[in-house]
């Protein structure tokens, strides 16, 4: 390895070979993959708010002339183009971001118009690109406009063989409208949208203070504006830090309303679902809540969609609180999620950078500075060329027969009219229209470009009446060309142009827009008392069974508990006892571990019931020492085969999870073995040797969790029942013919927790059993 990493000890190279330290090598192509992938492919420009690809995707469609009211053309024709001529990837990932860029629901306002299958909000993938068609929007020519004006810089593309883009000029913040989302190397980037008049409030307001505070600007841009509406329920305080910082989230809440049935019944429809929610999956997991009845108030979900979205929920009873069942749903499902917001993006195009609002509006505004001054220049040049033309013209209807004679005998007309001497004809030009261009004013003869003009004139130019309409254009031009040098020369003149092109953007993007409104809502988190889950519950008579093999089941009403009732072959009955429905029950194993299981989500009695297994997380190798109602005022006393044990609340042994609560610890080849309730002074144990002691219950400690203290002491065997008693009223058991006998005189077996005890007294059960 040392060969490898340490410069000293390289063997010389041969011939075409290039050593060098394996750490050195790794780095450098690591870091120059890293920045290929901040720059080029996850993060957006600040500028234009696009990624490369999309940046691609928009020029190659331009190049195609595919505009907002053009023809469509095949999708698979546009990402062949985008990735033959700027984009050397694969068309399925070109087709997919392009694709993205028409959804309706995924971008605020789509840059692509598509015609075809292009997904939905379910989560169903577009068609092949060889089934869609595709145009730009009014939106991606927004963000086109002026990039034939020199407004941006060209670089080469892959191969050299073609230019593109930089940056796209951008007439409105696409950052902040559309927003983006991408993983790169060691950061990443995920920006809500945005709603675009509001936007341009917030550049003009910055405009005419550049220091403006965060909280002004939020007053004009109060969140995000997501495409599929919904509710943002963050406060105020939270979002401001957000974008001041450029970290934050957003909570973000589904639209619903109450609607009234016949009867007294109603449902509740939610018509917006919160932003890349896929409704499918949502409705999924719903019914996965009702199936595993985690909200007991909650009847059923459908979906009644069509072109909008309408969920339709109902409640168990009309007598349901909305507020209460909307609250569970917003705890258990996607109907609230928290949309997190870090505005990482390339501030220059070149450094990664989290921004905050006013820094990205910054950017933008910088932008369109930028693209201003490049365009008036560009125009400016324009006009220079064209005064130049104009003004080779007027020479020429000024020396008509000149020209004429000089086109007409002269060998090489362009360099003769070039040498001719105009030199009185400038005079009077200059006195008609008070503008005569450098090479006019420096020198006698016309420019090569004039000259060339002069040649390529039609005859029909000759004409009076065109002479009149040639001085006419040059004034227009003149005039404009003194105010692009004003606009060139003031930056306040440069800002007011800028904040008239905002407002006409807003104005083309307002209310009148398809869209343009605002979708996203604000409100308040409306705090709904937590209601327990017993509480939702309609309570109801049950009896509940579990059989030998662990089959439950919950039968209506407090049947006769000596019925015979029909189970599994090789099965019987083991636990039976009256219960209802807004019970909770308690399972101990011999695991050691207490399971909690609502009587509500027992099965019916009309079949045999399901596996306990299915319904918590009891192994394979554990049995059911215990099954009863849980009563949170009671004691439990908990031991093992090995005669271990302790005292612990029964409120303490409740299990939040399917995986239950370890209580009782044991291990190598010990088990769980008695769980009973605490309700005398005493406690009597037997153990398979057949021997009793009786001590008092105030030696056995009371713990949360643990192995416990020693019962009883045994030679042989182990630990085989425990009973607690008051010792005024004795000792009960039944005796072999099922006759109950009760010994008060116990101070025979009476001793010190951990002794060994007596034999059971005469006609003590043989299963040593004390019930």
Known sequence: MSDLTDDNNMDPPETGEVLEPLRRAIGERYLTYALSTIMHRALPDARDGLKPVHRRILYAMRELRLSATGGFRKSAKISGDVMGNYHPHGDAAIYDAMARLAQDFAVRYPLVDGQGNFGNIDGDNPAASRYTEARMTAAAEALLEGLNENAVDYRENYDGTLTEPVVLPATFPNLLANGSSGIAVGMATNIPPHNIPELVDACLHLIKAPNARDETLIEMVPGPDFPTGGVIVEPKENILNAYATGRGSFRLRCKWEIEKLDRGQWQIVVTEIPYQVQKSKLIEKIAEVIQLKKIPILADVRDESADDVRMVIEPKSKNVDPEVLMNMLYRNSDLEVRFSMNMNVLIDGLTPKVCSLKEVLRAFLDHRREVLIRRSQHRMAKIDHRLEVLEGFIVAFLNLDRVIDIIRYDDDPKAALIREDWSLTHKRAMDETDYLSPALRDEEGLSEVQAEAILNMRLRSLRRLEELEL???QSALMEERAELEDLLDSDDLQWSRISEQLRETRKQFGKNYKGGARRTLFAEAAEVEDVPIEAMIEREPITIVCSKMGWVRALSGHVDLARELKFKDGDEARFMFHAETTDRLLVFGTNGRFYTVSASNLPGGRGMGEPLRLMVDLPNEADIVDFFIHQPERKLLVA???????????????????????????????????????????????????????FPIEELPEMGRGKGVRLQK??????SDVATFTMAGGLSWQDPAGRTRTETELAEWAGKRASAGRMAPRGFPRDNRFT
């Open 471 to 473: 001085l006419r254009e």
């Open 640 to 694: 093992s085969s090995a005669g271990d044990g302790f005292i612990v609340p029964e409120a303490d042994v409740i299990a939040q999870t399917r995986t239950g609560k370890q209580v009782l610890n044991v291990k190598d080849g010990v088990m769980a073995k008695v769980c009973i309730t605490v309700t005398g002074d005493h406690v009597a144990c037997v153990g398979e040797n057949r021997k009793v002691l009786v």
């Open 714 to 719: 045994y030679k042989d065997g182990g630990l």
